[in-house]
């Protein structure tokens, strides 16, 4: 599986941005999708993910209510509406994807094996 993440850029606290990540080389549809994200100086942490068949979701405390993750299993790609941005934010976000995952794992980055580039969202005060 190939994972291309899009949509980063600068942005003002209190905007929005939309993450975009492409799936590529197996259909999206069997696969659990999540966006962790790493900032500054700190350990990459889960932010959100999606099971396959989309009916369950879940948020790190910090972004409920702020984001929210959805996929499009016919395009093969998942996506991450982020609004009321943070300075707190401010990291590069990556997507994964992995099969099968039980609930417990899910927060996880070592349950994923597959693994996007990132891309980079600056928030600025």
């Known amino acids: 599986v190939q994972l291309q993440a899009s949509g980063g850029g600068l942005v003002q606290a209190g905007g929005f941005l939309k993450l975009s990540c492409a799936a590529s080389?197996?259909?999206?549809?069997?696969?659990?999708m999540a966006w962790f994200r790493q900032g500054p100086g700190k350990e990459r942490e889960f932010v959100a993910a999606?099971?396959?068949?989309?009916?369950?979701?879940y948020y790190t405390n910090p972004v409920k209510g702020r984001f929210i993750i959805s996929r499009d299993n016919a395009k093969n790609t998942v996506d991450l509406r982020m609004s009321s941005l943070k300075p707190e934010d401010t990291a590069v976000y990556y997507c994964?994807?992995?099969?099968?995952?039980?609930?417990?794992?899910?927060?996880?980055?070592?349950?994923?094996?597959?693994w996007g580039q990132g891309t980079l969202v600056t928030v600025s005060s």
């Open positions: 080389g197996r259909a999206l549809s069997r696969l659990d």
């Open positions: 999606t099971r396959w068949s989309g009916g369950h979701t």
């Open positions: 994964a994807s992995g099969s099968s995952l039980i609930t417990s794992s899910i927060r996880s980055a070592d349950a994923y094996p597959y």
